[in-house]
């Protein structure tokens, strides 16, 4: 199964951007790179997903050298309310979807 | 665009006594469905892979006589806790497989037994 490593928490203020980079390094060929959000006693929310390149959409950016052995999610612009766990997940490289959860970012946003 | 559900949302339970958990696909069909389990200040842990019309492939330390899991149609899975008991307390999580890539979680339901 590919391992994420994430840092276990980052800290910053409302208004900056942050950049969370993840490693994968064990990714295989056919894994995508997906990204979620989770709030305490809430399902995680999908942010984000890519397989090589650069992804962005309304609420992030996701960026992914050609080695895809990493990645970066990019929150423009922080807010309070952006204070949660985000995970960074692949998939389990044997085509059945399963999705092994790390102990993902713990990002504070102060004012 | 993909919503997953869950019912109920929050569920209290004697010792002994089985609870149902629901979790819908509202907007999509999803053969494959996942049941996650996550403890408070923790992360998710996979219980079990859901799939319509056959029996559910459980990850290595998870009872399957403990946790049943149908998935009789391309919209609804449920997890059954058979039993119950305090040390079953926790939030279970599930997520439909939208494609063949992309997982969409559900809000969870929050387990307590008493």
């Known amino acids: 199964l590919a391992k994420t490593t994430q840092p276990i928490s980052m800290d910053s203020y409302e208004g900056q951007e942050v950049n969370i980079t993840c490693s994968h390094n064990n990714i295989a060929t056919n894994d995508y790179i997906t990204w979620y959000q989770q709030f305490p006693s809430q399902g995680p929310r999908f942010i984000i997903q890519?397989?090589?390149t650069k992804v962005t959409n309304e609420v992030a950016s996701l960026f992914i050298p050609a080695d895809r052995k990493s990645s970066t999610l990019s929150l423009p612009r922080v807010s309070l309310s952006d204070t949660a766990v985000y995970y960074c997940?692949?998939?389990?490289?044997?085509?059945?979807?399963?999705?092994?959860f790390g102990a993902g970012t713990r990002l504070a946003v102060h004012p | 665009g993909a919503v997953v559900s869950q019912h109920p949302s929050r569920v209290i339970c004697k010792s002994g006594t089985s609870v149902k958990i629901e979790c819908r696909s509202l907007d999509f069909q999803a053969t494959t469905m996942f049941w996650y389990r996550q403890f408070p200040k923790k992360s998710l842990m996979l219980m079990a892979t859901?799939?319509?019309?056959?029996?559910?492939?459980?990850e290595q330390g998870v009872e399957k006589d403990k946790f049943l899991i149908n998935h009789a149609s391309l919209t609804l899975s449920t997890l059954t806790v058979t039993s119950a008991h305090p040390e079953d307390s926790s939030f279970y999580i599930c997520s439909a497989l939208a494609g063949t890539d992309t997982q969409y979680f559900g809000p969870g339901t929050r387990l307590t037994v008493l």
């Open positions: 859901s799939n319509e019309g056959s029996k559910a492939t459980y």
């Open positions: 890519g397989y090589k």
């Open positions: 997940l692949v998939g389990d490289g044997g085509g059945y979807n399963k999705l092994i």
